[in-house]
């Protein structure tokens, strides 16, 4: 199993381009979910899915889409890259949702973006 | 607002000492996480705590949960070099009726250098 891989490893943007950041995993889960790190801020969940076609918002969604058609897949659309979206981005999934699972998550190699 | 709150957030040892990294919430939980990151990496599981006074032990690590107190701890026993990296509580809060929020809130991580 490839696990969880995200394409680019690096993109620089000018400010207001769009691109989609690439999340796919091998394993079957049903949880799937986008991050960004910042120097001195931990991660922040930007929005998560539980299942294909259901998709909500996490602590910091604004300026981020994201949809979520089949199991495998999890792109992050930014509509108009900002110098504030300047950041690593992670994506990460875990096996199941729900009380009777542990949400343990996995994480792919992450995205380095950086907006002029 | 919820939060996560680790200290220390920077952490000096000598090689063969031992430390301990705590890890605070502000919500109802019983499900913590523990995940180890090295420079330019991605994140890597290291303890899943799923309920009150749970433990966990893998090599020099060891984990545990309070859930009362709201308090993880991360204990270093005789560290190495070795366990020099960046380490992340995340805390997946409880539902008012219990359910899961499937949502993971993470600290801002303690940076661990053990000194030869």
């Known amino acids: 199993n490839a696990g969880v891989t995200q394409t680019p490893k690096f993109q620089v943007l000018k400010t207001g381009q769009s691109m989609t950041l690439q999340c796919a995993q091998d394993?079957?889960?049903?949880?799937m979910s986008w991050y960004r790190q910042d120097p001195g801020m931990g991660l922040r969940l930007i929005h998560y899915s539980v299942g294909a076609g259901i998709t909500d918002q996490g602590e910091v969604p604004n300026g981020y889409n994201v949809s979520r058609s089949t199991t495998e897949d999890f792109p992050l659309r930014l509509l108009s890259a900002a110098p504030s979206q300047t950041s690593v981005y992670f994506c990460a999934s875990s096996y199941s949702t729900g009380r009777s699972y542990m949400n343990e998550q996995f994480f792919g190699p992450g995205t380095r973006l950086t907006v002029l | 607002e919820l939060k996560v709150e680790q200290n220390p957030l920077f952490l000096s040892m000598q090689e063969g000492k031992n430390y301990t990294i705590y890890c605070n919430y502000s919500t109802t939980s019983d499900r913590l996480y523990w995940y180890r990151q090295d420079p330019g990496k991605s994140l890597e599981s290291l303890f899943v705590l799923l309920s009150n006074g749970a433990v966990k032990q893998e090599g020099r690590l060891m984990a545990s949960l309070d859930t009362k107190a709201r308090l993880s701890t991360l204990h270093i026993t005789a560290a190495v070099h070795d366990l020099s990296a960046t380490y992340f509580c995340a805390v997946e809060p409880t539902m008012n009726y219990g359910g899961a929020t499937n949502k993971l809130i993470f600290g801002t991580g303690t940076l661990l250098a053990v000194q030869p």
């Open positions: 394993m079957n889960h049903e949880y």
